[in-house]
Structure formats: C-alpha cells, structure tokens
C-alpha cells in the first residue's frame, strides 16, 4: 500500500483583522468553515500508537474526533471529545496545544502539527448549534459531594460524579460561574458565552451551582461535611503576587486578577452602561510574561482611553511563558514589548504612579540546569513614563477557603497538599485538585486534576474509608 502523502501546511484559522479587532472585544478567531475543518482534518496520521493522546492531560480521543471530522460526521465528533472533556469549545480554544497534544503530533516532526485545538473548537461549537445530547446517567447513589469552585477543576470533577450517579451542588463566591474561565479570560479569546453553554450542560446533567457562596465564610469545610458526603476543593488560585519594590501601593497600580476581574466579569470596558471603572490612563504597562500578562495587554489596547500599551519582562522574548500566538496576537495589535528589562520601583505623584524606573538586563551563560539568568546592566537604568500599572507575576491559592481547618496542610505557597494519587487531603472525604494545589498552571491540567479526584471520590462513595481504599 502507498504511504499517505502528508500535507507540511496546515490550513489557516481565519481571523478578524488587527486593525478593526482593537476596536472592540469580540473573539479574534473567526474558526473553521466546515469544508477547512474537513480539509485540514484529513492530514491527521491516524496514528496508531497516538502520542497526542499521551500528551493530553485528560486523554481526549483525538484521532478518532479527527476522522469523524474529516467524515463530515462533525456532531459525532464533538460527542466522541466529551467521553474524556465537556469542554470541547472552551479547551479548543485556551489549551496550550503546543507544548501537549500538536507538541506531540507525528506530523509536526516534518511540517506543521495538525491544528487539533482549532478542530476541537469547531466539533464543540457544531454540536452547539444543532443541540446537545445528554449523557447516559448511571442509577442515583444516594450520596451527596459538594464541589467548591466552579472552575475547570470544579467543572471536570462535578461532570465525573455526576455520571456515576452522586448528587452534586457547585458552590461559587462569585455572582457567575466559570472561576477563571470567566473573570480571568477576555472575550477576546474565550467569550463568556461559550462558557456560560458549556455550564448550561452540566447543569442539564444535574448540577446544582450556588452563587454568592464564599466556602470559608458563608459555611467551612467542617460544616460542608455535615451536609455531604464528601467535599472537593477546586477553588483556583486567585491571590495575587505583587512585587517588593518601593512605590507598590500607588493608585493605578493593579494586579492582573483585579484588572481582569473588572473588565471582563463586571464589564469595565461598558462603563458607564456598567458601573465598573478602571483607569487605565493613556500610557499602561504590564510586568510579566505569561500568557495573563498578555490578556492584560490587550485588553488594555481596546480600553478607549489608552494610547500605548507596554509588556515589561526581565528576560528575553524566547523564554517567555506565554504561548507564541498569544505574543503575536499582541504584536499585531500594537502592543510594545520590553524584553529584557525589570522594574526597579514605582514613582509616584500625587499618591499616583507616573512611571516605573527600570533597569536593562543581560542574560548570563548557561547555569547546571542549561537555565540563562537575567543579570542587570549596571548604569542603564530609566524611567519608563505610565499612568497604569498592572502586576502580572502568578498568583497562588486563596487561603479563606481552608483557613482554620488544621487537618489540611498547605505548602510554603499555601498550596494544598493532597495524596498525589488520590488527590485526598489529610482531612477524610476532602479533596483538592486544579490551581488550590498547584498555585497556577493550565485549564486542562486543572481539569484533568478534577477528573481523576471525581475517580477517587467515587471510590471512597463506594467502598469506604481506609489508608488505601481511593488508590
């Protein structure tokens, strides 16, 4: 049999303009018309062995959604993706594909690897517009586990439970579901919409999601556990780091989660039309090089008042966090960069920041680990002249949610320490999964924390407590 001829390029996502995508906050993706998803799907390998499959966090099937795509078959597909993830639009469209499932894709050892995350967006988005189907759901369990947070972990874990037949209830601080998917993701690249369909399944499927509910205040944990059967703790990591530097407590100096949280969940952009302002001022400047840095810099571009929009990174463009098309989007859209180049301190005027005094970096020779450090260049410092600051360096668990219950240990970070099989806590039937353990990492590996803690819990469901009994 001839060996099938491999096409090196793959097809191109469409995608709105940069000139006329600044102007507004619609999502930059156009997406696949089904003929160049069909087109673009026929140059998967169907490989046998599938190591993008390996490579992804919750083990989606991907050749097989892939040749249903290139079949035309595209409801089957999105409904072959949700064995594995409900989440079909939403991690189409966020994942870091490159360094999981496309970094693993036999095509890209001789050309461009299979665009599956654009194929995964277009199979969820299809199935959407024709109608979800809803999952079988096993016999009901008679058991109770109240999942807190209603993010990616939160959302993998309570879809599991659910098809096993536990009753789940959701509980969410803030007046919307979806954690970070909602507050923390512009429109621009994940509408709110597409998440907000994505919940309406699993709340088809059974879930309960209480809003305005802060585990920690509003109930503890112990007062959960006399409610429910077992507790999962997927509540993200939304405290903030700021930096130690002189001048940090300036007004117009922002972290990333509150700028975020303004502008996208309480629709600061819509000011007055929404009664959340945010100052950005005409200059703004982000320090930080990950991928909330970038969303951070271009929101900041489509605010009406900014003229010019800084990322300021110690380090060079190469070792940047942020995905590679995350970094090109901003470029297209105007963003300027500042590699190379860390903030000394803030200063001030009037009790408001007016710019940062920066000093230039060098990267030094390659340490043991292979890692170049950045080291300062004496004498370059400068002012780097701003109006707006906003502080895009991580950020780690909120500790509310588990202060006062001493049977949970936390980490130096305040992570949660869980078994890292089970994912159990020192406290029996509390689980944690997803950033709360982590301290920030990727909606998919949060998700595929959420979805072997449900495997755990069920089994503690099922079968009781001892020291191995979840493994």
């Known amino acids: 049999m001839a060996k099938k001829e491999i096409r090196k390029v793959?097809?191109?996502?469409?995608?709105?303009?940069?000139?006329?995508?600044?102007?507004?906050?619609?999502?930059?993706?156009?997406?696949?018309s089904p003929q160049l998803a069909v087109e673009e799907a026929k140059r998967c390998l169907q490989c046998p062995h599938s190591p993008c499959v390996d490579a992804c966090p919750v083990n989606v099937p991907i050749p097989q959604f892939i040749k249903l795509i290139a079949e035309g078959k595209f409801v089957e597909a999105a409904r072959k993706i949700k064995e594995e993830n409900i989440m079909p639009s939403v991690c189409g469209r966020v994942c870091p594909q490159e360094i999981q499932c496309e970094g693993a894709c036999v095509v890209g050892k001789v050309g461009d690897p299979v665009a599956i995350g654009a194929l995964e967006a277009f199979a969820g988005d299809h199935e959407a517009s024709v109608g979800y189907e809803k999952f079988e759901i096993k016999e009901k369990s008679g058991k109770r586990v109240a999942v807190v947070g209603s993010g990616p972990a939160g959302i993998a874990c309570a879809a599991d439970l659910l098809k096993y037949g536990h009753e789940v209830v959701i509980f969410e601080a803030l007046h919307e579901p979806g954690g970070v998917l909602i507050y923390g993701i512009p429109e621009f690249r994940l509408p709110n919409g597409t998440v907000q369909r994505e919940l309406e399944f699993?709340?088809?499927?059974?879930?309960?999601?209480?809003?305005?509910?802060?585990?920690g205040k509003t109930a503890t944990i112990?007062?959960?556990?006399?409610?429910?059967?077992?507790?999962?703790?997927?509540?993200?990591?939304?405290?903030?780091?700021?930096?130690?530097?002189?001048?940090?407590?300036?007004?117009?100096?922002?972290?990333?989660?509150?700028?975020l949280t303004r502008v996208n969940l309480m629709r600061a952009y819509e000011?007055?039309?929404?009664?959340?302002?945010?100052?950005?001022?005409?200059?703004?400047a982000v320090i930080g090089g990950g991928n909330t840095a970038m969303d951070v810099a271009r929101t900041?571009?489509?605010?009406?008042?900014?003229?010019?929009?800084?990322?300021?990174?110690?380090?060079?463009e190469k070792e940047m966090p942020a995905r590679v098309e995350e970094v090109r989007h901003a470029k297209e859209e105007g963003v300027i960069f500042?590699?190379?180049?860390s903030p000394l301190r803030f200063v001030g005027e009037e009790g408001w920041v007016k710019g940062i005094e920066c000093i230039k970096m060098e990267l030094s020779e390659p340490d043991e680990s292979g890692r170049r450090k950045p080291v300062p260049i004496p004498g370059s410092e400068f002012i780097l002249e701003v109006d707006s600051v906003v502080i895009a360096i991580g950020q780690g668990p909120n500790p509310v949610v588990v202060d006062g219950v001493k049977e949970i240990r936390r980490g130096k970070k305040g992570e949660i320490i869980v078994d890292p099989e089970t994912f159990m806590t020192d406290l029996p039937g509390v689980f944690a999964g997803g950033d709360a353990i982590r301290g920030g990492s990727t909606v998919i590996v949060a998700m595929g924390d959420g979805r072997k803690a449900a495997k755990s819990i069920h089994k503690y469901l099922t079968q009781g407590y001892n020291s191995s009994s979840t493994k």
Do not use: C, H, Q, W
């Open 10 to 32: 793959r097809v191109p996502v469409p995608e709105r303009e940069p000139l006329k995508r600044i102007k507004d906050f619609k999502e930059v993706k156009i997406g696949y």
């Open 271 to 284: 000011f007055p039309e929404y009664d959340t302002p945010v100052f950005a001022g005409k200059r703004l």
């Open 222 to 259: 112990y007062e959960l556990l006399e409610e429910f059967d077992a507790v999962f703790i997927g509540s993200g990591a939304g405290l903030p780091y700021l930096l130690n530097v002189e001048g940090i407590n300036l007004n117009g100096i922002y972290s990333a989660n509150e700028f």
């Open 300 to 316: 900041a571009v489509r605010l009406p008042d900014t003229e010019e929009v800084y990322v300021v990174y110690r380090r060079s």
């Open 202 to 215: 699993l709340k088809e499927m059974g879930a309960e999601i209480r809003l305005n509910f802060v585990v």
């Open 338 to 341: 500042k590699t190379l180049t």
